[in-house]
């Protein structure tokens, strides 16, 4: 089976063209990204409506592009797989609707992707992992620990409460006048802070609900910043580090007692459990080593698929269709409507009992 992938659901337009063997083994033909950061970086972070247009402008070629490196033409193409949520509307239409005009053209079946599902099932493609597993979504628009059960089989075990954790990193950066995305920033400047200069509050830890939170961090680092003002190059430094030892610290009691969970239900079967990392956050080497570790100590497989699969792209979209369509799941109708909010959860019921 060979699909064509198509990703619009935030700021990066992508397209990918990705095989699935009759065994189950995958074969990316081509990933193809582009990113919008600089069209959104002198906002401080992304324009919905610039979004739009940026997609419009660009997924056509990218989609030809996408075809040419993977060496196919349309007529080689098994199905067309489209994010169609969650995520900001005009991109998501403008991915939708040319998924879907390309399937009505062609005549190939449609798989309308939830653009979560794509993470999830991402560590299937790069690691051959098996179900069940844990999975911690961590980027700009999403915090949640799901329990991945089986292709359509999701439960949500967390998810934050207000801000999502690569929000937290982008909004603090802003705060502290760093470039955006304030991701990487914030961890640079880290590097030569103190982390014990400031006791940043750590949210939630403690309670028996495995959700986050992390607005209120973002307010003391505000109270902390005005409080010194002005800043030194070493203060930014070390309210970073210690902002990032806050969430560290998150993370070990939240991520810890999921794992806890895990195991006390007894869903895994055979083999070691396992914990899968996706979103931009897991380019953090804090919040890696934090998970590494956390897994090590509870006798968990810590799997981070490379960077490039854990951003947004459109490989993981492709994969997300193939897994469908190989546990027999009916393509979606051409009338299929995007959607802005949509819960990895909510689809649970009618794909109960495949993915085994
Ligand atoms: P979505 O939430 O819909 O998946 P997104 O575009 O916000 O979309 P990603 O592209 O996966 O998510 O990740 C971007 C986020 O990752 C940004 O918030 C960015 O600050 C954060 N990020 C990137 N690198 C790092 C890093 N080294 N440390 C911490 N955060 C990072
Ligand atoms: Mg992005
Ligand atoms: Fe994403």
Partial sequence: LRIL???????????????????????????????????????????????????????????DEALKRANVSLSDIDAIAATSGPGLIGGLLVGLMTGKAIAKASGKP?????????????????????????????????????LVRGVGQYERWGTTIDDALGE????????????????????????????????????????????????????????????????????????C?????????????????GLERFKSESLHVDGRPALVVAGGVAANLEVRSTLQSLCGKHGFRFVAPPLRLCTDNAVMIAWAGLERMATGVAPDDLDVQPRSRWPLDSNAETLLGFGK
């Fill in 168 to 239: 937290a990193f982008d909004k603090t950066a802003k705060l502290l006048s760093l470039p955006y995305p304030g991701g990487p920033a914030v961890e640079r400047a880290a590097k030569s802070g103190n982390p014990d200069r400031f006791n940043f509050p750590r949210p939630l830890v403690g309670e028996a609900k495995l959700n986050f939170s992390f607005s209120g961090l973002k307010t003391a680092v505000r109270q902390a910043a005005t409080e010194i003002a002005p800043l030194t190059e070493q203060d930014v430094a070390d309210i």
């Fill in 5 to 63: 992938g198509i990703e619009t659901s935030c700021d990066e337009t992508a397209a990918a063209v990705v095989e699935r063997a009759v065994d189950g083994r995958p074969t990316v033909r081509s990933d193809v990204v582009l990113s919008q950061l600089e069209e959104h970086s002198a906002y401080g972070g992304v324009v919905p409506e610039i979004a739009a247009r940026a997609h419009v402008e660009a997924l056509d070629t990218l989609i």
């Fill in 241 to 257: 580090a210690s902002f990032q030892k806050a969430i560290s610290r998150t993370l070990k009691d939240r991520i810890g007692r």
């Fill in 110 to 146: 449609l798989y309308a992707v939830n653009h979560l599902e794509g993470h999830a099932l991402t560590a299937r493609l790069t690691d051959g992992l098996a179900f069940p597993y844990l999975m911690l979504l961590v980027s700009g628009g999403h915090t949640q620990l799901i």
